[in-house]
């Protein structure tokens, strides 16, 4: 960074809180690699086409920066492990160096996302939210972001450049769909991994996006659940894109660290569905707000968690039970009734009133009684499911086994977000493919954050001072107001703070950066 030492501008914090836990409730994100292709070009660099992709879209919605905008990689820890300990710089995998600045195109855009061009793929980290619902619809932001971004970059390039909410390219390679929970810091992390573990391994039976092939490389014919299952090799770790674990335990809280760790959960599918993305966020949501309450039991632990990932995402048809440690079996259904029984049970006992919450735990029932008695009655809302529809019309039609290559094609158009090609969009399109949104709500997403967390702030700046923000993160803005002056760091590390109720009036009275940090006061409740 030019002129690298900042002057940072806390702005205190008024009123102090544990957060907002409440149920399904707390902050919360999602973070997506998406697969990306030349298909008249089968060499084409992906680290360019992503950037390619980024930028264009940065230019439209960004079309008065006259810098380089940056990430501020110097509030990052991407090496702190939850178990108490930093792995050195020089035993990590490169790709766990993630404030490492390679120069590539990173943005803050208005709504309070990350987009940027992770290695090989573009990634669109949505901006912080309260609920499972808005985690949902700020996802989808995502897609039609990354899909304008595409076109964009198609016409300026003349090549056709297509992007795929997928986790594989089908040949060895899977890239993630991450999503980010805010839990309480008091919570021993052995705990989560307990409660959570048989949760995770066996979630993707509502929440799998499906996959043609089975094994990492597809080398096996056949159908599973998860497109991730089969890429995760240990139980516990702080890796990502290698030994990757079922619990992660990377330690980046960016909160406040002796109030709050954030969840970093790997092991989730892109979902087409939106209304599986309600659920499977309001779900994880909901059993952690069970662990931090000490409300959550479970007699079960799972013999080799790794091996009941692959076996659960393997039987789409719900033909095995999983071993435990004390002999016994369960199948993957059994379990996540247990977890969702346990979860009525606490919303009446705690004496709930919220409505998400209700709709979250009831729309869990539903989905796993339709499971259990009739799985083929989901289509058009769980993903996996609508997708063997689709599969399965071409094998009956052309007589196809599951080793035959126009099913694997079929499978990834199935994530093509292009209007007219993608299968799902597609589906969307015509009525066949249940939504959680309008487009219109759609719409207002991608050009605006939320309201009740630190990316109002965010995402307004960059909207009002694109070309004064030098850098961002998810707790920081970098103001640049010129060569004479040293940059200035908002500091943000109260995910509830910088909300639009607390910060309308100060954008109201501030046409310029300067006005904004010299009308910065304590009641703007920003750290």
Request: include cysteine; hydrophobic fraction near 40%; proline fraction near 4%.
């Amino acid at each position: 960074m030019t002129r690298d030492a900042a002057s940072t501008l806390h702005c205190h914090q008024i009123h102090s809180h544990k957060g907002l836990v409440m149920s399904v409730r707390r902050v919360m994100g999602i973070e997506s690699e998406f697969g990306i292709s030349n298909p008249r070009d089968s060499s084409a660099n992906p680290m360019l086409l992503s950037s390619q992709v980024v930028n264009a879209y940065g230019n439209e919605v960004m079309p008065n920066r006259i810098r380089r905008m940056r990430w501020d990689y110097d509030v990052e820890s991407p090496l702190r492990d939850a178990r108490g300990f930093d792995m050195s710089r020089a035993d990590a995998d490169p790709s766990q160096l993630t404030d490492d600045d390679y120069g590539l195109a990173n943005l803050v855009l208005p709504n309070g996302a990350r987009y940027y061009v992770d290695h090989a793929h573009p990634e669109y980290a949505s901006p912080e939210v309260t609920n499972p619902y808005d985690a949902a619809l700020w996802d989808t932001a995502g897609d039609r972001i990354i899909e304008r971004s595409a076109r964009l970059a198609s016409t300026l390039t003349g090549d056709l450049i297509t992007v795929y909410k997928n986790n594989t390219d089908g040949k060895g390679v899977s890239y993630g769909t991450h999503e980010n929970y805010q839990v309480l810091r008091e919570v021993p992390f052995g705990d989560l991994v307990k409660y959570l573990t048989p949760f995770f391994v066996t979630r993707c039976i509502f929440a799998g996006a499906g996959r043609v092939g089975l094994g990492q490389e597809d080398i096996q014919p056949g159908f599973q659940i998860s497109q991730r299952a089969d890429f995760f090799e240990a139980e516990v770790g702080l890796e990502t894109t290698l030994r990757r674990p079922i619990i992660n335990t990377r330690d980046e809280p960016h909160a406040d660290p002796d109030l709050f760790r954030r969840l970093h959960v790997i092991i989730g599918d892109a979902n087409m569905s939106q209304r599986i993305n309600y659920l499977k966020m309001g779900t994880t949501a909901v059993v952690l707000s069970m662990i931090e309450a000490g409300f959550l039991e479970i007699d079960f632990e799972l013999y080799d968690a790794v091996t009941s990932m692959h076996l659960v995402s393997h039987d789409y048809k719900f033909e095995t039970k999983q071993r435990l440690r004390d002999g016994s079996e369960m199948s993957a259904l059994d379990i996540q009734k247990h977890y969702q029984q346990t979860a009525a049970r606490f919303l009446d006992e705690t004496g709930e009133t919220d409505e998400m919450a209700h709709d979250v735990v009831t729309h869990w029932g539903r989905i796993l009684s339709a499971l259990e008695h009739d799985p083929m009655s989901l289509v058009n809302e769980v993903d996996w499911i609508t997708k063997l529809s689709v599969l399965n019309g071409y094998r009956n039609r052309d007589h196809l086994l599951w080793n035959d290559s126009r099913l694997a094609a079929i499978d990834i158009q199935f994530a093509d977000l292009r209007l007219d090609k993608g299968l799902a969009r597609v589906l969307q399109q015509k009525g066949k493919m249940d939504l959680l949104f309008s487009e219109e709500q759609v719409a207002e997403a991608v050009a605006n954050p939320p309201v009740d967390t630190r990316a109002y702030f965010r995402g307004t700046c960059v909207a009002k001072f694109v070309d004064q923000v030098a850098a961002a993160s998810w707790d920081s803005v970098i103001l640049d107001l010129g060569p004479d002056v040293p940059l200035k760091r908002i500091s943000t590390p109260d995910a509830l703070g910088g909300t639009q109720a607390a910060t309308s009036d100060l954008f109201e009275h501030s046409e310029l950066a300067a006005d904004l940090l010299a009308n910065l006061k304590p009641e703007h409740v920003l750290a």
